[in-house]
């Protein structure tokens, strides 16, 4: 955040820190610290002009977080260390979503916790590449990138 401006995204996450204490039980006087970091959030965003209006908080408080996500073709979709995904269906619905030109799967040998046969089923479909990530330190996390096909972007 610069003087002017402001991401959209900061109104957002404001939203999402009121909300928070809705569905998740808190120690004595967190729901009032959260309330009080949104309403310093709402007034560093109020006066400024709104940008990066493609940056988004979503979470699975209100509804699952892949009916938030933007619908596809997207230029290139990158899952880092999927988590234990029976028959892969939650990355199955990614790539359903995203259509993306070009699919990579990171994953850490011995770490990640994958079903390989619908994996490897998928990478197949999606003509994907398979990178293995050898550093001993545990990463989870799922990811995207990208443009619309024939875009400019990465």
């Not at 560093?44 to 940008?51: E, K, Q, V």
């Not at 199955?92 to 995203?98: I, P, V």
């Not at 030109?101 to 994953?107: E, I, K, P, V």
């Amino acid at each position: 955040m610069d003087g002017e401006q402001s991401p959209t995204a900061v109104r957002e996450l404001s939203a999402w820190l009121r909300d928070l204490p809705e569905k998740v039980r808190f120690s004595a006087g967190v729901p009032q610290a959260l309330g009080r970091v949104a309403a310093l959030l709402d007034r560093l965003h109020r006066d400024r002009t709104p940008t990066a209006p493609r940056v988004r908080v979503v979470s699975s408080l209100r509804s699952p977080i892949i009916d938030q996500l933007p619908q596809g073709p997207v230029g290139e979709l990158a899952v880092f260390a999927p988590f234990y995904d029976r028959r892969s269906m939650a990355l199955r619905r990614l790539l359903e979503r995203f259509r993306p030109s070009r699919f990579t799967l990171a994953y850490q040998p011995g770490l990640s916790d994958l079903d390989g046969p619908s994996v490897a089923a998928l990478v197949k479909e999606y003509d994907g590449r398979v990178i293995s990530d050898n550093d001993q330190r545990y990463r989870h996390g799922n990811s995207s990138s990208g443009s619309p096909r024939g875009g400019g972007g990465p």
